[in-house]
Structure formats: C-alpha cells, structure tokens
C-alpha cells in the first residue's frame, strides 16, 4: 500500500463535524496529522522509498518565506514532491509539526539540529525555543560546541549563557576535549572575555598547545614566528602583562615570540614604571563574573540608634553591574532595658523611704519617672522575655543610588546577615563615583523620636576614611564618624567581549 492509499483512507475515516469543539491549533494538527487534503510531498535524505512527509503549501507559505518562495515564488516550480536533501526526517518532521502547531517535543539529541533548521527556513518563533531549551542544558563538557553554534547563528540568548558556563569553568573549559578543536574565531571571542578566570599561564600554554597542533595540521615548524603569525589576534588576548616577572620568563624565553622592545614595555608595566605603553597585549588581567567586595570599618562598638542611616562612595574603574548589599548584624532592642511597653497601668504616688518604696513593688513590672513628687507608673505584670526580639515591626528600608536615580525599598524581619538582592543588576559606568545611602526605620514609628524601639548597629569612632578596594570596584565613606550599616557589597564583572 503507498502513501496516497493511506492518505485517501485517512480522509474517508473522518467523522462528521470532527472540527467542533476545537480550536485553531489542535484543527491545524489534525490535518497534518491525518494528512487531509495535502498537495505537497517531501522527501528527506533518509526517508524510505515508500515514505514521505505530506503538507499543505498555502499553510507553510504562512509560516515560512522559504516556503512562499519555494512555492508561490517568481521562480516556483509546480511539483507534487520536493526533495530534502540535507535533512533528515525527524528534524524535518519536528519542523513541519510547529508550523502547524506551535508547539514542540525537544530532546537534547535534536534541539542543535532543529534550531539550524528553523534558521534556515526562517522561523525565528522556533529558534528562541531552540535556543532557550538548549541554554538549559549547557554544561562545561557541550559549552565550546554550543558557543559556535550560537555565534554562527548569532543567536544572542546562547551566547549570552554559553560564556556564563565557560567563564565559571575557566580551568574546565582549558582542559575540555572540546577547547582543542575551537576554531580561531570562536576562541578569540572566549579569550576576549575580562571574565575568563583562570591563571593566565594555563591560558597561555592551553592556547600555545592549540597552535602547535595547527602548525603541525599545515606541516609548518613549531617556532615562534609560526606560532605567532598562526595565532593571529589571538595573541593580543595573552595577557602577558598581567602575568608575574617569573610567569613571563618562563612562558616565552628562548621561543621568539616578542620583539626586545615590547619584551621591555611588558616587564616595564608589571614593575609598574609610570608612562609604559603595552601594544603586543591586552594589560586588563581577568577577573572573577561575581565577586564581592568586603567593608572593613575597623574597630567598632555597637550603639542603638532609633533610624538609623549610613552613606558610603563607590567608584568603579570599569563597568560593573551591582547584585546585592550585605548588611552587619542589625539588632532589634529597646532604648531602656527595663521597660515594656503595655495597655494596662495605674498611675501611683509613694512618700515612703526607698527600702519600703521598692519592698512595696517586688515581682512588679514599674516605671519611674522624675517629677516634684515621686511618680511611679506600674503596668500590668508581664512574664520573662527577650526583649530584643518581642514587640519588633517590621524594619523598612530604603537604598538610593545617586547618578543613576535608583531606588529600592526593602524590608527586614530582624534577623542577622540580611543580604538585600536588587531586582535587576544595576551597571555602574567606569570612571564614575556613585553614592548609596542605605536607611533604617520601623514601620511604625516613622521617625517618631519618643518611640522606645530601637536598633543595635555597629559605629566607628576612629576618623580614618573607609576605603576599601577590590579590583575594579573601591568604597570610601562620606562622613567621618559615622556608623557603618553596610558589610559588603556583590557585584558581577562585565566580559566586555
């Protein structure tokens, strides 16, 4: 029995109304799947003889402007069966299924394939779903594969997490199959990433072993001239700068790859002689993508205050995008040990000595306070607690960014070590100064000075300036003796590729 036999039989066995009750999609399938009223055929390069795929051209014409070429073109050939030649029936079929259905079945083993596929029928609906089920599945070992897949087809979203993986995994990326066989391009772009992290003398021996096995590939001698002409631009992303006195001597004596002059500039720059130029390579040494900046205020004690606030400078000597603020323990307590706060009381006047004034009051929660005549204010007997954590409201806060007219409102439940998470990183411009002030208050008292609530924090009484660096990001204070709310700060390096 051929294909058009079935095809007849699946028309025939229809039901009357088999369209009601359901919607666009689901009546689209039906008719690829039971194949109804087609007028095209395809063959795929290892499709059976007696096997094709069955479609209507009217309908992937709408999906595709291949397939409107293809069919409706200037140029369109009027034939019942086109041949597939560079594709294979499951990628084709899985193709075909979307264009009818918007949905599809990906699997790790075919989601590469039908990406490419639907690049090149132009269905960029289906390549964002590609890409986006592929971007869940990277790992150090596919990573270089799927970077070159994704800049072959520029694909943003891939790049973008291709190199989140690799950049992580420096030292798994160098020792991977898969670095060996990178293209030039494709290992330019990884080099070019501020954000590699590894020692840069593994990169350079990674990076000279791939050469060598160029050279010997083009049966070329495996010398310095060779070497650096076969790397290219490459070369330029071997920061050699960056390295040590020792690193540098024992990566390139006696192979030829620097001139004596830029050998000079390069040791110049790493005994940091002032005005040395460096042109034979990039001097940015790599850095970590997150990385967290420490604020040490030195010695401190802790006082209450009842809002309090804290500001600090952060200057930043490339772009960098900020993550979060960790605080210092921040402790709820109550500005007099003793009181507790209550509904119930009576108001008492005493003229008796001290020792029967007390004996009078003994288990009794009591106030005392300063008038002409002593005044005792004696509230409802409450049972032992911890005062620092009863009674707490909630803590508002607020962080500002001068520069960038950001605001985040936070809030904290009264425990230590808050991180605040910003909801979206925030990039902070080389060359900049921005100023963050962080403030604290109760959602209660709004700033009402009376309110017995207040916080413990840590306070700095010495004059020194806080500065505190952490490449490329440095803190200083902005006033002196002021107390210090923030303990760190997390930010991501920028690739700049």
Known sequence: MDASTNVNQSQHTLLPGWQLGKDLSCCMTELYDKKLWTDVKFRCKDHDDDERIHAHKTILAARSPVFQAMFFGAFAECREEVSIKDAKKEIFELLLRYMYSDTVALKKDTASELLQMAHLYQVPSLVEVCANFIATN????????????????????????????????????????????????????????????????????????????????????HVGDNIRKILGDL?????????????????????????????????????????????????????????????????????????????????????????????????????????????????????????????????????????????????????????????????HGRLSISRRNFTHNFELDTQTNEIIYLKQPLKLEKSNVYTVEIQLEYSCCKRYTGCNRHLQIRYSESKNVINCKKDPVKVSNVYAYRHSLLESIQFRNLANR
């Open 138 to 221: 990277i790992r150090p070992e596919n990573a270089c594969e799927i970077l070159t897949l994704a800049l072959s087809y520029d694909i943003t979203i891939l790049k973008e997490a291709c190199c989140t993986v690799i950049d992580k995994n420096a030292r798994l990326i160098l020792k991977s199959n898969g670095f060996m066989d990178l293209k030039e391009e494709i290992l330019l772009y990884i080099l070019k990433g501020d954000t590699f992290y590894a020692d840069e003398e593994e990169i350079f021996y990674k990076v000279e072993e791939w050469s060598t096995r160029k050279l010997t590939q083009l049966g070329l001698e």
């Open 235 to 395: 070369f330029y992303q071997l920061r050699l700068p960056a390295m040590s006195c020792k690193a540098l001597v024992k990566c390139t004596r006696k192979k030829a790859y620097l001139t004596a002059e830029e050998y000079i500039n390069i040791v110049d720059f790493i005994n940091d002689i002032p005005e040395t130029s460096v042109l034979s390579n990039s001097c940015v040494s790599r850095l970590p993508v997150n990385d967290t900046l420490i604020i040490d205020i030195g010695d401190a004690e802790k006082i209450q205050s009842h809002c309090p606030s804290t500001s600090i400078q952060i200057h930043v000597a490339k772009d960098v995008e900020l993550i979060s603020f960790g605080l210092f323990d921040i402790e709820p307590c109550y500005k007099y040990d003793h009181c507790v706060q209550t509904n119930s009381e009576d108001n008492v006047e005493s003229s008796a000595d001290i020792g029967s004034f007390f004996e009078s009051y003994r288990g009794k929660v009591i106030g005392l306070y300063k008038s002409l005549k002593r005044r005792v204010v004696h509230y409802k007997s409450v049972p032992e607690i911890d005062i620092s954590r009863s009674f707490c409201p909630v803590i």
